[in-house]
């Protein structure tokens, strides 16, 4: 297996990218679009999440709780989720 040294393997990452930029401009097809969009998404190393106001409360409200151990265990979830299966 051949060696690149760190100038060859940074051409070839920004040939790659500047291909694969070009490949996406040319699609017009927006499930495929949208298929790319989400990939790079899952992928992408500089993942960046963004909370609203009500999405930081909902979680600092769960932390809370955990903290006073009101929450149930995926036992008891189980256990409920057939108790209300039966019922039907």
């Known amino acids: 297996m051949r060696n690149f040294s760190l100038n060859e393997l940074i051409m070839t990452t920004f040939e790659l990218k500047k291909?694969?930029?070009?490949?996406?401009s040319e699609i017009n097809d927006e499930s495929a679009l949208s298929a790319i969009k989400t990939f790079i998404e899952?992928?992408?190393?500089?993942?960046?999440?963004?909370?609203?106001?009500?999405?930081?409360?909902?979680?600092?409200?769960?932390?809370?709780q955990i903290a006073r151990r009101e929450y149930f265990?995926?036992?008891?979830?189980?256990?409920?989720?057939?108790?209300?299966?039966k019922e039907k």
């Open 19 to 24: 291909d694969l930029l070009h490949r996406i």
């Open 42 to 64: 899952t992928t992408s190393e500089s993942k960046i999440n963004i909370t609203t106001a009500e999405q930081r409360n909902e979680i600092q409200e769960g932390r809370e």
């Open 73 to 85: 265990t995926n036992e008891q979830v189980e256990s409920e989720v057939n108790k209300w299966l």
